[in-house]
């Protein structure tokens, strides 16, 4: 039998045990009751992004578009896809759209006149949107009315705007060819174009089209500040080959420039031609034209850095009256002093009737940034936008001078990277385009203000001939109800 020392330690080896038991048990219900303690899990935060340290417009490139000569597919074929691409969309909003068909010799298929062809030819004048962060693909749809056979061919010409004066588009032949694989299309992805909503956004003007104040300094008679009858550099825009003086009621010979149109409840801007004796004479220099200008340069309630700016007018159509409504960056020079800084610029709206570029149409209308080194406005970098005709994107097909329309931006700093900061432009607060901001700093650190400026120029490429200019039936005036700036509070929402 055991000693009485082994009997004592066996029972000790048992204790041992049982301890070590109840140790572990209380272990085990101590990380099943959710009160005890726990020890914290470390959490690593995401790096935050590298600004770089180079201007955004380094950074972004146009991109490159891409049209197929050709696309084969079976007879009978009701709906055809034609691919339109780029290399990548990750700095601006373009657009692209069928706008006719045309015949190909020996193709066996007669497209009409426009009117028969859109009726034979579903799918034409369709407007396809790229923003930012888009896929670069889009499928442009062509839905042929009839059923055509082996041989047969038809050619669709495809426009697109917003890609520069070398990428307007191009051409696809349509074939269709006995033994053709069907076509297989996956879609892509678009964001929704964006709508704005500004019922809960805070507005920092009042904008009274009767009492209205505005002088050539920025100053009225009490000297507080003012909307500016001229622009920060004087009254002429040489450098924009502009034929206009930029005219209020302290310029001799001037044609009420400005002034309050009480049927309209709106300040209206007149321009007109100047005959003979009847031109006026500034800077050494007798002017065809006149011009109209009010601009907030002073008037710090309409300047921010970001926020949106919304103006509601009428606008002209009259061959080459030239009407904007724009921003330009502002800062305060050593005696607290806010003066022009030019590049940036943000074009909110531009009509060119035919002043520059193609010939347009009553409703065109167009939108873009100027960028390069603030201030230097020798060394501007670049500019990119497009025109498009407003009633592509919602608003109604009515001449612009005829029914009052709204143009509208929103700027937005992006807080996390700053490179993915944008300009949304809106109509009728609809969105008709969006950029990456490049109308900024070059130093990406840096947020700069803006003012804003609403205009009609006058500009007639050839000889100036104000008779023609005053005899066109079509107004070359701007009537503006309302022009408003909500530096918080927007709501966009998706279409």
């Known amino acids: 039998m055991p000693t009485r020392p082994e009997i004592l330690a066996t029972l000790a080896g048992h204790l041992r045990s049982s ?17 005890a303690p726990a020890d914290p899990v470390p959490v690593t935060p995401p790096p935050a992004p590298v600004v770089p340290d180079v201007p955004i417009w380094t950074l972004s490139a146009t991109p490159k578009l891409d049209i197929p000569t050709e696309v084969i597919v079976p007879p009978g074929t009701q ?18 759209y069928a706008d006719r068909m045309v015949n190909v010799n020996g193709g066996g298929i007669n497209v009409g006149n426009g009117t028969q062809a859109r009726a034979r030819f579903h799918g034409l004048d369709v407007v396809y949107h790229w923003s930012p962060g888009d896929d670069p693909l889009h499928w442009v749809k062509i839905s042929p009315q009839a059923s055509y056979g ?40 678009h964001r929704p174009l964006r709508r704005l909503d500004l019922s809960g956004a805070t507005r920092a003007n009042a904008f009274d089209p009767a009492t209205l104040k505005w002088s050539p300094n920025g100053r009225d008679a009490d000297g507080q500040p003012c909307y500016m009858s001229a622009l920060s550099h004087g009254r002429a825009q040489i450098g924009n080959d502009e034929d206009g003086l ?27 031609g100047f005959v003979g004796d009847d031109r006026p004479e500034w ?33 002209p159509i009259r061959k080459f009256s030239w009407p904007a409504f724009w921003l330009v960056n502002r800062v305060q020079n050593s005696r607290g002093v806010w003066e022009n800084r030019w590049p940036g610029e943000i074009d909110i709206l531009e009509k060119f009737n035919g002043s520059w570029g193609a010939a347009d149409s009553p409703y065109t209308s167009s939108f873009a940034q100027h960028y390069g080194p603030l201030g230097q406005w020798q060394n501007k970098e670049g500019k990119m936008g497009h025109e498009f005709d407003v009633h592509q994107y919602g608003a109604p097909r009515v001449p612009l ?44 650190n840096q947020k700069v203000q803006f003012y804003p400026i609403f205009n009609v120029a006058v500009r007639q490429p050839g000889n100036n001939n104000p008779e023609a200019y005053n005899a066109d039936p079509r107004t070359g005036d701007m009537w503006v109800r309302d022009v408003a700036y909500f530096p918080t509070g927007a709501r966009i929402t998706l279409v």
Not at 79 to 96: G, K, N, T
Request: aromatic share 8%.
């Open 401 to 444: 001078d005829e029914v009052y329309t709204s143009w509208a931006c929103h700027v937005r700093y992006d807080p996390v990277d700053t490179t993915k900061s944008e300009v949304t432009f809106f109509v009728n607060d609809m969105e008709v385009g969006c950029q990456v901001l490049h109308a900024r700093h070059q130093d990406l």
């Open 79 to 96: 709906d055809v896809y034609i691919p339109v691409s780029v290399d990548q969309c990750d700095w601006q909003s373009f657009m692209a």
């Open 150 to 189: 082996d041989g047969r061919a038809v050619r669709v010409s495809i426009r697109v705007k917003g890609l520069g004066d070398s990428q307007k588009g191009g051409s696809t032949i349509i074939r269709f060819v006995d033994g053709a694989e069907p076509q297989q299309i996956t879609q892509p992805f």
């Open 283 to 315: 800077d050494n220099r007798l002017w065809d034209f006149q011009a109209a200008v009010l601009q907030g340069l002073h008037l710090d309630e309409v300047c921010g850095a970001e926020g949106v700016w919304r103006m509601e007018a009428k606008i």
């Open 19 to 35: 301890a070590a038991l109840v140790d572990q048990l209380a272990e085990i219900a101590g990380a099943a009751d959710p009160a």
């Open 246 to 272: 930029y005219a209020d009621e302290t310029i001799a010979k001037a044609v009420n420039p400005i002034s309050y149109d009480p049927a309209e409840n709106a300040i209206r801007l007149h321009t007109r």
